[in-house]
């Protein structure tokens, strides 16, 4: 694994992406084009997330939400389109009735020709489509995954640490480890969101906010986000997450799209 300074990685193979200064910061340019973000459903629905995911919950709660077969759910991905990249969030399952590979043709995307992934965390749901058979799916891509989560992963043992280790050095040759803050080719702010993983990680370009594994039952967690699904790896750190990164989203009228929302966006207000 090689770990990359982003004024250095962009030079090298992103001629196509406007670069970013790793500040935080994104300079206006009156003639840019609009980004676009597409809804990629990995899985086809309906899902529901079982009661069972939130194990703390009381059945008054799941009767008061009208909740009492569950909670809407999805597993997706995201192709966002902007200044000129064309990146992918997050991979899917790569099960058998996985849609991305269909859905990303549609947008005029193979998997030889795209070059940027951009990874939230390292869960088998977001990065199982990495792989076929043991095989990189995208040979060409740079993908990019949070340093925390990356050393999390390979410090573990067992087989839930598989997956994980596996894609990291299937992708060795193109991979590098961003830091929290550290802004990405074509202008995508990396924003940590600590506790469903180690690093687990948003993305914001502009008034796009990709809040990944935030929230796994929005019509629960919206109004009671100090509900946890049993997989948050560090309960409490999740919560703070949560609260903070939707907090953020209201008092600057983001967009928010998360992996796990039943249509892939939520729209948020101040009484929520």
């Not at 910061?25 to 899985?43: H, L, M, N």
């Amino acid at each position: 694994m090689k770990k990359l300074l982003l004024f250095a990685l962009v030079a090298l193979s992103l001629s196509a992406c406007t670069t970013k200064t790793t500040n935080g910061t994104q300079s206006a340019d009156a003639d840019r084009q609009p980004s676009v973000i597409t809804w990629i459903e990995d899985k086809p629905g309906p899902t529901v997330q079982g009661r069972n995911v939130f194990p703390s919950v009381p059945d008054s709660l799941w009767s008061a939400l009208g909740l009492t077969e569950g909670v809407p759910s999805s597993i997706s991905c995201f192709l966002l389109e902007t200044e000129g990249c064309k990146i992918l969030l997050d991979a899917g399952l790569g099960a058998p009735f996985s849609q991305l590979i269909p859905k990303l043709e549609e947008s005029g995307v193979t998997p030889d020709s795209l070059s940027l992934i951009y990874i939230t965390h390292m869960h088998p749901d977001h990065i199982g489509g990495m792989l076929h058979e043991g095989s990189v799916v995208f040979p060409n891509a740079e993908v990019y995954v949070n340093r925390v989560e990356a050393e999390a992963w390979q410090s573990m043992d067992g087989e839930r640490a598989a997956l994980p280790k596996a894609v990291l050095n299937a992708y060795s040759d193109h991979l590098h480890l961003f830091e929290a803050g550290d802004m990405l080719p074509g202008g995508v702010l990396s924003i940590a969101a600590y506790g469903h993983t180690p690093g687990h990680t948003v993305f914001q370009k502009d008034s796009i906010l990709v809040i990944a594994d935030l929230m796994h039952g929005a019509a629960l967690q919206m109004s009671h986000p100090e509900y946890c699904p049993f997989f948050d790896m560090d309960p409490a750190a999740a919560t703070e997450a949560r609260i903070r990164i939707m907090d953020y989203a209201r008092s600057n009228s983001l967009s928010v799209y998360g992996m796990h929302l039943p249509t892939g966006s939520v729209t948020l207000s101040d009484a929520q």
